[in-house]
């Protein structure tokens, strides 16, 4: 099993900055994914950036079109962390964001779906004010 911790949300003005965490505790998996993933009251669970690995160094990333060049995604290898930088946030960012983990080899691919994740987080609070 893997437990999945998110931190890092909360309310912010619109053009600011936030950095999401999400710790992994657990079963250790040395190649996988994890993602985020958020969802807007009475909207579906979309896909936001992932990240996979197949060691140590050698990471793979892909984001959502409506967040290229705004939210980065990182992983600290050795606090089993994964982050995301969002920057030049939009009202239309505000959602509950999910972390989520895959323990599957994924190479150099991405995935981007949910049902590509077994693990999820609980959710943080994203509210961007205009």
């Known amino acids: 099993q893997v437990q999945l911790v998110e931190s890092g949300g909360g309310l912010v003005q619109a053009g600011g900055s936030l950095r999401l965490s999400c710790a992994a505790s657990?079963?250790?998996?040395?190649?996988?994914?994890m993602g985020w993933f958020r969802q807007a009251p009475g909207k579906e669970r979309d896909f936001v950036a992932a990240?996979?690995?197949?060691?140590?160094?050698?990471?793979?990333?892909d984001y959502a079109d409506s967040v290229k060049g705004r939210f980065t995604i990182s992983r600290d290898h050795a606090k089993k962390t994964v982050y995301l930088q969002m920057n030049s946030l939009k009202p239309e960012d505000t959602a509950e964001y999910y972390c989520?983990?895959?323990?599957?080899?994924?190479?150099?691919?991405?995935?981007?779906?949910?049902?590509?994740?077994?693990?999820w987080g609980q959710g943080t609070q994203v509210t961007v004010s205009s």
């Open positions: 989520a983990a895959s323990t599957y080899y994924w190479g150099a691919s991405v995935p981007t779906r949910a049902a590509n994740y077994e693990y």
């Open positions: 657990g079963r250790t998996f040395s190649t996988g994914a």
């Open positions: 990240i996979s690995w197949i060691a140590d160094n050698t990471y793979y990333a």
